[in-house]
């Protein structure tokens, strides 16, 4: 599979005395879907901030493409192509859909100085634009505020904003959460297709659709990593068995 | 919503012309009174790039209308005009370069620490032109004589003809609107309403948030420059008050009153503000109570904060966008 695209080591944050994320250290590759699940407050959105920049660590270290990303920023660090979703919904709700994705794609783009240009005079951009609307099951929604939008449709822009830049690396904060059966079917499989070119961080409490698209599990539990492999040597150690979901949820997909 | 959108466009193009013509009908005092009406309407509309379209609440707006005065004033030679050419450009260009340093600065707080901070570098401003003999102390300086432009012995510009300077004030207020909204539809003007909206998602998607707003300051304190600039030529004089923190609440008040975050909402805030203003403190009107102007002043802007909370502009602005959510759900 070569180098991993992204690497941790040792990746720690406190917060006071609280360590939400213990000396976590995991590989992302190109071409797969990494699952990290875990009870709530196991510390997997933590993790995420940490590789997002939006949090810097306490110790350990992040790297992208043999780049240390320490003291880089999240804007910056976006810019290199890590992408990310947030769990809670954070999109720009006055703004239509379409300007959700458009400002998304405006991000990677060096049309930012040219002021004397509308903003959708850009095909380059809007095309990102669209293409984003699309994938994500969002194009007969383009015009609407993004306010008006479901939950389940806000889900969905979230990840198409995240998809309008462009990015190598996605991490997915709980995409599927509050979304509708049909609108989750069609994100496991976006999340399958994007697979074979982007590297996958996967939040998921969905286990059936974490075994559906995963081709590594990793499970974490009061922030440290409990185990993690292949998914189904993960499902069936007995120490996960133990410690998570009380054995039944986990057996029963 | 293109119907109302239309319709608004078509009455501030009417008000505008409206004013174009009003210099012939009206007297002197009233042609002054609106020049200086216009001239507060560029420094309202240069707020709320930063208070409307950036989020950036500023308390100190003050400092680029003043320094932007005692530019013009320190370079023109007693009893000389000023030249126009040079000191206006200079005049702007000294309040961007102070907007880009202080820039570097205030724009590293955000919330309440921002509106103190920038309220404090336009007092250290004030204290520095009140206490020292720099700018004539507390008494200020004069500019007694008015920049004219000349064409040979015909005089195409002279800015000591209220008319010619009405004319002249009104080109560049429509002139900043224009320029304004141009910018804000641009990939730039996006961008800031991006970051007032959320920040923090901005900076995720990848953009460099610090850039975007120290540039938007930098315009913002251009435009406020040359606001003051314009000021400074009409009264002739400059003295610390035009730098001083009242200065700043005037002009932060003609934003909410008009309506911030719509450009022409701070133009109509700017209208009322001063027209109240020459109403409540006219003894005409309201006899020995006018002392109290500031009274009667406070307690309109409360009823539009409670009423309106759109500003003004919300009585023009609002029937139509109530009609674009209609048609949206239906």
């Not at chain 2, 009908?25 to 009174?33: C, G, I, N």
């Not at chain 2, 500023?58 to 004033?73: C, D, E, K, Q, R």
């Not at chain 2, 509106?115 to 507390?138: N, P």
């Amino acid at each position: 599979m070569g180098d991993p695209i992204l690497r941790t080591e040792g990746l720690t944050k406190r917060f006071g005395g609280l360590t939400a994320v213990d000396r976590v250290s995991l590989e992302l590759y190109v071409g797969q879907v990494h699952a990290v699940i875990g009870p709530n407050g196991a510390g997997k959105s933590t993790l995420t901030n940490l590789l997002s920049g939006d949090l810097p660590p306490t110790s350990g270290s992040v790297w992208y493409r043999g780049r240390d990303l320490a003291g880089l920023k999240s804007d910056e660090i976006s810019r290199l192509g890590v992408g990310r979703s947030y769990q809670k919904t954070n999109i720009f709700l006055p703004f239509t859909v379409f300007e959700n994705c458009r400002l998304a794609a405006q991000s990677r783009t060096p049309h930012a100085w040219r002021i004397f240009r509308r903003a959708e005079g850009f095909a380059d951009i809007n095309r990102l634009a669209e293409e984003a609307m699309e994938a994500a099951g969002l194009a007969a929604r383009r015009d609407r505020v993004a306010a008006t939008l479901s939950h389940g449709e806000q889900r969905q822009l979230e990840i198409a904003m995240c998809l309008a830049t462009r990015p190598r690396v996605l991490l997915l904060d709980e995409p599927l959460a509050g979304m509708g059966p049909h609108e989750s079917l069609r994100i496991v499989e976006l999340i399958g297709r994007l697979a074979a070119d982007h590297a996958i961080m996967l939040i998921e409490h969905d286990m059936e659709a974490v075994f559906s698209v995963a081709g590594h599990l990793t499970v974490m539990v009061n922030g440290e990593v409990l185990e993690s492999g292949e998914p189904e040597a993960v499902r069936a150690s007995p120490a996960v068995q133990m410690a998570y979901l009380g054995g039944e949820e986990l057996l029963d997909v | 919503m293109q119907q109302s959108t239309r319709a608004l466009t078509l009455t501030l193009a009417a008000a505008a012309l409206l004013l174009l013509a009003f210099p012939f009908a009206e007297s002197k005092f009233y042609t002054q009174l609106l020049s200086k009406i216009m001239i507060m309407a560029i420094f309202a509309m240069s707020l709320d790039l930063l208070v409307g379209y950036t989020g950036l609440i500023s308390l100190g707006h003050a400092a680029f209308f003043g320094l932007a005065g005692y530019a013009v004033a320190l370079m023109t030679p007693q009893y000389e005009a000023p030249d126009l050419w040079t000191s206006l450009p200079a005049a702007v260009g000294l309040c961007a370069a102070f907007a880009l340093v202080t820039g570097f600065l205030v724009l590293r707080t955000s919330g309440v620490y921002f509106i103190m901070v920038t309220l404090a570098f336009a007092q250290m401003l004030f204290f520095l032109f009140h206490d020292t003999k720099l700018g004539g102390g507390s008494d200020g300086i004069y500019i007694y004589i008015k920049p004219e432009i000349r064409l040979g012995e015909t005089s195409l510009l002279n800015l000591d003809d209220a008319r010619h300077f009405y004319y002249f004030v009104w080109i560049m207020m429509i002139a900043v609107y224009g320029f304004l909204r141009t910018v804000l539809r641009s990939t730039f003007g996006h961008a800031l309403l991006g970051i007032k909206t959320n920040e923090h998602r901005m900076r995720a998607l990848g953009f460099a948030t610090f850039r975007y707003k120290l540039a938007a300051y930098v315009l913002s304190g251009a435009l406020a420059g040359l606001a003051g600039y314009l000021a400074a030529l009409q009264f002739g004089f400059v003295n610390p008050e035009i730098l001083s923190w009242h200065q700043s609440g005037a002009v932060l008040m003609m934003v909410i009153l008009g309506g911030m975050g719509t450009l022409f909402g701070p133009v109509i805030g700017a209208f009322a503000f001063v027209l109240l203003q020459e109403m409540f403190s006219n003894q005409a009107v309201l006899g020995a109570f006018a002392k109290h102007w500031q009274l009667l002043m406070g307690a309109a802007v409360i009823l539009v904060a409670l009423y309106l909370p759109g500003g003004l502009a919300g009585l023009l602005a609002r029937p139509g966008r109530k009609k674009a959510i209609e048609a949206d759900d239906g």
